[in-house]
C-alpha cells in the first residue's frame, strides 16, 4: 500500500539513522521513538504529510526545539524539517488523500490514535478533542471512560442520553475552560459531538450527540453535561449495520410506547416513500469448498429443524444457509466441522432468538367446555390451574411436543387443531414462551400422571379458577371470545 511506502519512507530517511547513530544522546533518541509511534499510526499519506509540516519551518533560535535540529545537523543526519519537501514531492499524487470526518462511521470501532491523528493534536491521552478552529469548530470528539474513579462518567439512558463530567484542572472544574466553552455553545454553532466509547484499547463511535444542560454538585463542586444523541438516520452519516439494526429497533419500542391512535395519526401523514441511509459492514471471505461440502451433508434438510428446505433456488437446488456454530466474528474456523445447512428461518433464530423455553399447551374443547388440569404440590406452584401440555424436545414440532405430552400427563391422544395464541412468562430460572393450540380429545380415559385433578369447565366459569400467571392470558382469551359468539 502507498501509505506503507510513505511511512518506510520516513523512517528509512530520518528516524533509522537516527536511531542507529552511536553518538545520537539517548534524550534525542527517546524523542525520535516517539515520533515514529505516531508515524506508525497513520492510515493515509495526506496526514502524515499533515504531521511532517509541523516541521516545516525551522525552529528559532532559542526554542527548546532547536536543541534536536541542531544536534542532528552537528551529526550530519537528516531532519523532519529537509524531510518535509522531499516528502511533498515524491508523495504529491496522494498529499490531498487525508482522513475526513465523514470516514467516521458511527457504530465502527476506532483507536485513539485514529482520533488524535484527526484532531492534529497526535495526543492519545485527551478525552476531548475540538476539530477545526475556535470559535465555529467543524465537530467535537469526546471519548467516554465508564470505570470507576472519582468522577465516573455514566449511561443514563444507554446510548441515548449521557453524563459526562467537565474538562477540570486539578480537580477545579469551570465552565469557561477551553474544551467545556465548546460543548456548551455547540448548539449555538451547530457542531456536532462525536461520542466514543473507550473501551479497553478500543473506541467505539457510538453516535452524534447534542449538548442539552450542565449540571452541579455543591458537595463536591464537580460539573457535568448531559449530552443527547440524535437519531443516526437524521445525522447523514454513514452507520454500520448493527447500528442500523439498533436504531430501527429503537423506532420500533418508541412506537409501541405511544397510543395506538396516535401511532395510527401519524401514518396518515407520513410519507409513504422511505428516506436512505448508507450502512456499512465487514464480511469475511468464504471458503466456497465449506459451503459445498456442508450443503452436500445436509441433503436438503436443515440440519436444525430437521425439515426440508423451504424452497428450491434458481439453479433448483434446495435452499439452506451455511452457518458457523461458533461465528468468525468470536473466532470460529471456516471449516466443516464448524458450520452446518439451516433454513432461513433456523437462520435468523440462531443470530437474533432470545433464549427461551418453549412450551406447548392444550386447549382442549368439548362444546363450551374445556378441559383444565391442577399441578401437584411438587410442582412448586401447588393449587394453581393450568391447559395441560409441556416443554419441546429435540426436533419435534410443537404439534408433535403436544400430542406426546398429553399422552404422558393425561393418557389421552388429541387431535390438534388450529394455533390458539402464545404467552410469555418469566421467572427466576429462565423465559417462558407457551404456544396454545385448539385440540380435541380422541380416545382414551383420562388418567392423572402428573396432576391432582382434572375438569371439563364451563368457559365463562374459567374465572372462578386460579390459573398459573402464564396461561391467565389464555383464559381471558377464551372468555372474550366465548362473550363475541354469544352476542
Known amino acids: 500500500m502507498l501509505i506503507d511506502r510513505a511511512i518506510q519512507f520516513v523512517i528509512d530517511e530520518v528516524e533509522s539513522p537516527a536511531l542507529e547513530h552511536p553518538q545520537l544522546e539517548e534524550e534525542y533518541k527517546n524523542k525520535v521513538k516517539r515520533s515514529k509511534i505516531v508515524v506508525h499510526r497513520m492510515k493515509k499519506v495526506g496526514d502524515l504529510a499533515r504531521y511532517l509540516k509541523r516541521f516545516e519551518i525551522v525552529p528559532p533560535v532559542g526554542d527548546p526545539k532547536r536543541k534536536l535540529y541542531d544536534r542532528f545537523k552537528a551529526l550530519g543526519l537528516k531532519t523532519y524539517e529537509d524531510l518535509y519537501s522531499e516528502f511533498v514531492t515524491r508523495f504529491a499524487h496522494a498529499t490531498d488523500d487525508v482522513t475526513v470526518l465523514d470516514d467516521f462511521v458511527i457504530g465502527q470501532e476506532y483507536s485513539s490514535w485514529d482520533i488524535s491523528v484527526f484532531s492534529q493534536t497526535y495526543d492519545t491521552q485527551s478525552g476531548i478533542y475540538l476539530i477545526g478552529d475556535e470559535p465555529n469548530y467543524q465537530a467535537i470528539f469526546i471519548k467516554a471512560t465508564f470505570s470507576d474513579g472519582k468522577y465516573p462518567n455514566e449511561w443514563i439512558d444507554k446510548y441515548d442520553d449521557l453524563k459526562y463530567y467537565m474538562y477540570s484542572l486539578r480537580n477545579v472544574f469551570k465552565s469557561d475552560y477551553k474544551y467545556n466553552r465548546a460543548i456548551i455553545n455547540s448548539p449555538k454553532y451547530e457542531t456536532p459531538i462525536f461520542v466514543f466509547e473507550k473501551q479497553n484499547e478500543k473506541c467505539i463511535l457510538k453516535g452524534v450527540y447534542k449538548y442539552v444542560k450542565d449540571e452541579h454538585d455543591p458537595s463536591n463542586d464537580s460539573r457535568w453535561f448531559i449530552l443527547h444523541k440524535v437519531s443516526s438516520f437524521e445525522t447523514d452519516k454513514i452507520v454500520t449495520q448493527n447500528?442500523?439494526?439498533?436504531?430501527?429497533?429503537?423506532?420500533?419500542?418508541?412506537?409501541?410506547?405511544?397510543?395506538?391512535?396516535?401511532?395510527?395519526?401519524?401514518?396518515?401523514?407520513?410519507?409513504?416513500?422511505?428516506?436512505?441511509?448508507?450502512?456499512?459492514?465487514?464480511?469475511?471471505?468464504?471458503?466456497?469448498?465449506?459451503?459445498?461440502?456442508?450443503?452436500?451433508?445436509?441433503?436438503?434438510?436443515?440440519?436444525?429443524?430437521?425439515?426440508?428446505?423451504?424452497?428450491?433456488?434458481?439453479?433448483?437446488?434446495?435452499?439452506?444457509?451455511?452457518?458457523?456454530?461458533?461465528?468468525?466474528?468470536?473466532?470460529?474456523?471456516?471449516?466443516?466441522?464448524?458450520?452446518?445447512?439451516?433454513?432461513?428461518?433456523?437462520?435468523?433464530?440462531?443470530?437474533?432468538?432470545?433464549?427461551?423455553?418453549?412450551?406447548?399447551?392444550?386447549?382442549?374443547?368439548?362444546?363450551?367446555?374445556?378441559?383444565?388440569?391442577?399441578?401437584?404440590?411438587?410442582?412448586?406452584?401447588?393449587?394453581?390451574?393450568?391447559?395441560?401440555?409441556?416443554?419441546?424436545?429435540?426436533s419435534e414440532s410443537l404439534e408433535q411436543c403436544l400430542r406426546r405430552?398429553?399422552?404422558?400427563?393425561?393418557?389421552?391422544?388429541?387431535?390438534?387443531?388450529?394455533?390458539?395464541?402464545?404467552?410469555?412468562?418469566?421467572?427466576?430460572?429462565?423465559?417462558?414462551?407457551?404456544?396454545?393450540?385448539?385440540?380435541?380429545?380422541?380416545?382414551?380415559?383420562?388418567?392423572?400422571?402428573?396432576?391432582?385433578?382434572?375438569?371439563?369447565?364451563?368457559?365463562a366459569d374459567l374465572n372462578q379458577y386460579s390459573f398459573l400467571p402464564a396461561d391467565v392470558t389464555f383464559v381471558q382469551e377464551l372468555q372474550k371470545r366465548a362473550s363475541k359468539t354469544k352476542h
Open 243 to 394: 447500528e442500523y439494526e439498533r436504531e430501527v429497533s429503537k423506532q420500533v419500542d418508541i412506537s409501541k410506547r405511544r397510543i395506538k391512535e396516535e401511532r395510527r395519526n401519524r401514518l396518515q401523514n407520513a410519507a409513504k416513500a422511505p428516506d436512505t441511509v448508507t450502512v456499512t459492514s465487514t464480511q469475511f471471505v468464504r471458503n466456497g469448498d465449506v459451503i459445498v461440502e456442508v450443503l452436500e451433508r445436509a441433503k436438503g434438510i436443515c440440519e436444525q429443524c430437521k425439515k426440508p428446505a423451504p424452497f428450491l433456488r434458481k439453479d433448483l437446488t434446495p435452499y439452506l444457509e451455511v452457518h458457523h456454530i461458533k461465528p468468525l466474528a468470536d473466532g470460529g474456523d471456516d471449516t466443516v466441522e464448524n458450520a452446518i445447512a439451516i433454513c432461513p428461518n433456523c437462520h435468523r433464530a440462531a443470530h437474533h432468538a432470545a433464549e427461551v423455553v418453549t412450551v406447548t399447551a392444550a386447549v382442549i374443547m368439548d362444546a363450551r367446555k374445556v378441559l383444565i388440569t391442577k399441578r401437584r404440590d411438587e410442582d412448586g406452584t401447588p393449587g394453581l390451574w393450568e391447559f395441560p401440555g409441556g416443554k419441546l424436545e429435540g
Open 405 to 459: 405430552e398429553i399422552k404422558e400427563e393425561l393418557n389421552i391422544n388429541i387431535k390438534v387443531r388450529k394455533y390458539f395464541r402464545e404467552s410469555v412468562f418469566q421467572t427466576e430460572k429462565g423465559t417462558y414462551r407457551i404456544m396454545a393450540f385448539f385440540a380435541k380429545h380422541i380416545n382414551g380415559d383420562i388418567q392423572l400422571n402428573v396432576h391432582d385433578e382434572a375438569k371439563w369447565v364451563d368457559i
